[in-house]
């Protein structure tokens, strides 16, 4: 069998860039939250969110690390499998990936020590200050990362000298027409993402009776973020489908499954198997001219179909048609788990309805899921182009063995697999040894140097926790 190298090297990439990705789509939403946690208890001096800062900085610091390490290696690979890219557009994107590095992580490398260990080293004010830092680092290297990405999908600011891109405008560059929609689309996903993995972990914990008062407190919060975000996103969502639009129209046909050249009427596809043999859609079950409504905003607006372009200048339809529709149906089920979660809570059974704690359960890693989704919906739907209609993929890889290649994507497999297993574990083991006790946080409060009414707080809350405990002895309060 003849091994192909550049879909070999593509696999590769594919598969690393979607390992790396789950960790900063967890990392932004979190330390957003954590921020958020630390200054609701430098304001109320409420424990239950000192108690959430503390419990969840242990699992940021565990996913920020696998998201540094598998990140490195993406580096690496644009010179090692895709060497003719770099030479191409080292001039505009060599300097993006360096302000990254200049501004987002020397600004999380600088105060996430301060951020993890300096709870009873430095003042809490100087403490909060370091985790928002380290939050607005998050949001640096989402910036800048995403403003590369978006030059990729819709290029401006250039020009082309003997074949290679070199800048016009650094201000065309970084705000491309793509960039805002998808910077906002990728932060607020983050959160959401964030959003339902706390949420999920507070209603295990509900189920399993544990931590009750920490698990109430987290759960609420997050639903009440995702009120908010869910139908946010949705708005961004749909802004965004306009700009793909108007830029990348290819793409958009692919993401609805319409082939005809120009189509009006379009219907919304519920279901379909896209055929690219025979250029049309099996089994198809849509709603009539909705497709239409939600993508020209005109009830029989024209959309420009698969068939306007060349069957070698389509991406491979099926992967980004279903992609899609993954990444929509989980935002859809995360908007009714909040439409939900508003209802219990009207009737005071938002903690205590079992079927609805069992679904928010299930979701936890819905929000990865999806992130996963629509990168691939991004990056498969540009396909064959790696800089939109000026610069091929197949024409910058790096011409290597194939064998070697698909060694190192064996190998890849292999140790990323284990590393995940390895980071399951350890997230597995801080979510059962659970959020720190009352009687820690008042340790931790009198090295702090908290006023006095805190430490009374929580020595109330400790004194409560072990008359629940005598009570029930078969269920743990917030120990």
């Known amino acids: 069998m003849d091994l192909d190298v550049a879909i070999l090297s593509r696999l590769q990439f594919a598969f690393t860039v979607s390992f790396h990705i789950i960790f900063p789509s967890i990392t932004i939403g979190l330390a957003t939250l954590i921020a958020i946690w630390e200054g609701l208890w430098l304001k109320t001096h409420n424990p239950y969110y000192l108690q959430l800062a503390k419990f969840w900085i242990k699992p940021f610091a565990i996913t920020f690390g696998m998201g540094v390490v598998s990140g490195i290696v993406l580096s690496y690979e644009f010179g090692t499998n895709f060497s003719e890219f770099s030479e191409i557009t080292g001039a505009v994107l060599g300097p993006l990936m360096a302000y990254e590095v200049l501004t987002a992580f020397f600004m999380e490398a600088g105060f996430l020590g301060v951020m993890l260990f300096g709870w009873q080293r430095v003042g809490r004010k100087l403490h909060f200050l370091s985790t928002v830092v380290v939050m607005v680092g998050t949001w640096f290297s989402a910036f800048w990362i995403i403003v590369a990405n978006s030059w990729m999908q819709t290029p401006t600011g250039h020009k082309i000298v003997d074949g290679k891109f070199e800048v016009e405008s650094w201000m065309a560059v970084i705000f491309n027409p793509s960039m805002p929609y998808r910077l906002s689309h990728m932060v607020v996903a983050s959160l959401i993402t964030a959003t339902f993995v706390v949420a999920g972990i507070s209603a295990y914990y509900l189920l399993k009776k544990q931590h009750l008062p920490f698990a109430k407190k987290g759960l609420s919060m997050c639903m009440w973020f995702a009120l908010v975000l869910t139908p946010l996103q949705t708005w961004i969502g749909d802004m965004h489908g306009l700009n793909v639009q108007e830029h990348q129209p290819t793409k958009l046909a692919a993401m609805e499954g319409i082939w005809h050249e120009k189509e009006t009427n379009v219907p919304l596809v519920l279901f379909a198997m896209p055929n690219m043999e025979t250029e049309s859609n099996d089994y198809q079950i849509g709603i009539p001219n909705l497709g239409s409504l939600i993508l020209t905003h005109s009830w029989d607006g024209e959309v420009q179909g698969l068939k306007a372009v060349p069957p070698e200048d389509r991406p491979y339809v099926p992967l980004v048609f279903w992609s899609f529709r993954v990444m929509v149906g989980i935002g859809v089920g995360m908007l009714g788990i909040a439409a939900l979660a508003l209802l219990l809570r009207r009737k005071d059974r938002l903690f205590e309805n079992k079927p609805f704690l069992a679904l928010v359960t299930l979701f936890t890693p819905s929000g990865v899921i999806a992130v996963l989704a629509g990168w691939y919906v991004v990056e498969i739907g540009r396909q064959p182009w790696i800089v939109y209609n000026l610069v091929r993929t197949a024409d910058i890889v790096s011409p ?79 120990a």
Do not use: C, H
């Open 400 to 478: 290597l063995p194939a064998e070697r290649v698909l060694f190192t994507f064996i190998m890849f497999v292999i140790i990323y697999s284990l590393l995940f297993v390895v980071y399951l574990y350890f997230m597995g083991k801080l979510i059962r040894k659970g959020p720190p006790t009352m009687a820690t946080l008042e340790n931790q409060l009198i090295g702090m140097k908290a006023p006095g009414y805190a430490l009374a707080w929580v020595k109330t809350l400790q004194n409560k926790e072990a008359q629940n405990n005598e009570r029930q002895p078969t269920e743990q309060g917030v």
